[in-house]
C-alpha cells in the first residue's frame, strides 16, 4: 500500500464549478499538509499549508484535513479555465521528506 | 514568494554522455536543497538531499555514482546525471527551503538520453 494515496483523473469540470480533489494516508505520523499546482513541463507551486485538523481558506481555495480518517481535500471554487493543471497532495512527518501523491489531473472547461 | 530557478528547462543529450543540471535559489539561502525525479503521470519521488558543505544524503535505491550532487554555496546545487542512459530519460525537480522551512520548487528540467 502506498503512503500516500490519489486519484490520477483526470478530472473534466465546466467553468464554475466547484472542484473537489482527494487524498488518501496511511502514516499517522504525517503532520504537515499540502497542496501544490503543478502545470505541464513546470515545477510544482504550493497552493495551500496546513498542519491542523479542519478547514483553511485562501480565496477560491479551501483545503480540508481530517486526520482521524487521514483523509485530506482541496476544494475549488467558481473554477476558470486556468485552474487547469496537475494537483498533487504533498505530505510531512515533520522531517524535510515531503511524500507525494501522483496528482490529480483537472481540465476545466471554457 | 521565493524564486527557485533551475537551468536548463530542457536537454537532450546522447547515450554515454554526462549531463549537469543546475539550481539556485535567487533570493534566500537555502542550506539544505532536494533533487526529485518524475516520471509521467507519476508522483515525485525524492532522489537526495543536498546539503551545503557536505555530502548528499541519497534515498534508497539512487546510485550516488550515478546521480553526483554537489552544494557547493549556499545559493546553488547541482545534480550531474553520469554515464547517461535511456531510462534516465525524466523530469527531474529541484526544491531548496527557506528560513520558514517553506519549500520552493524550480521550473524542473525535461532530460532526454537518446
Known amino acids: 500500500q502506498k503512503e500516500v494515496e490519489q486519484d490520477p483523473g483526470p478530472l473534466s469540470v465546466p467553468e464554475g464549478a466547484i472542484v473537489s480533489l482527494n487524498c488518501t494516508y496511511s502514516n499517522s505520523a504525517f503532520q504537515y499538509f499540502m497542496w501544490y499546482r503543478q502545470y505541464s513541463r513546470k515545477g510544482p507551486e504550493l497552493l495551500m499549508y496546513?498542519?491542523?485538523?479542519g478547514n483553511k481558506e485562501d480565496g477560491r481555495f479551501t483545503a480540508q484535513v481530517d486526520k482521524s480518517s487521514k483523509y485530506i481535500s482541496l476544494f475549488i471554487r467558481d473554477s476558470q479555465p486556468s485552474d487547469s493543471a496537475t494537483y498533487l497532495c504533498a505530505m510531512s512527518a515533520g522531517t524535510y521528506k515531503y511524500i507525494f501523491g501522483t496528482g490529480t489531473r483537472l481540465k476545466v472547461l471554457a | 514568494g521565493a524564486v527557485v530557478s533551475q537551468h536548463p528547462s530542457r536537454v537532450i543529450c546522447k547515450s554515454g554522455t554526462s549531463v549537469k543540471i543546475e539550481c539556485r535559489s535567487l533570493?534566500?539561502?537555502?542550506?539544505?536543497m532536494f533533487w526529485y525525479r518524475q516520471f509521467p503521470k507519476q508522483s515525485l519521488m525524492l532522489m537526495a538531499t543536498s546539503n551545503e558543505g557536505s555530502k548528499a544524503t541519497y534515498e534508497q535505491g539512487v546510485e550516488k555514482d550515478k546521480f553526483l550532487i554537489n552544494h557547493a554555496s549556499l545559493t546553488l546545487s547541482t545534480l550531474t546525471v553520469t554515464s547517461a542512459h535511456p531510462e534516465d530519460s525524466s523530469f527531474y525537480i529541484c526544491?531548496?527551503?527557506?528560513?520558514?522551512?517553506?519549500?520552493?520548487f524550480g521550473q524542473g528540467t525535461r532530460l532526454t538520453v537518446v
Open positions: 526544491s531548496a527551503r527557506d528560513a520558514t522551512g517553506e519549500a520552493f
Open positions: 496546513t498542519y491542523s485538523s
Open positions: 533570493d534566500f539561502q537555502a542550506t539544505t
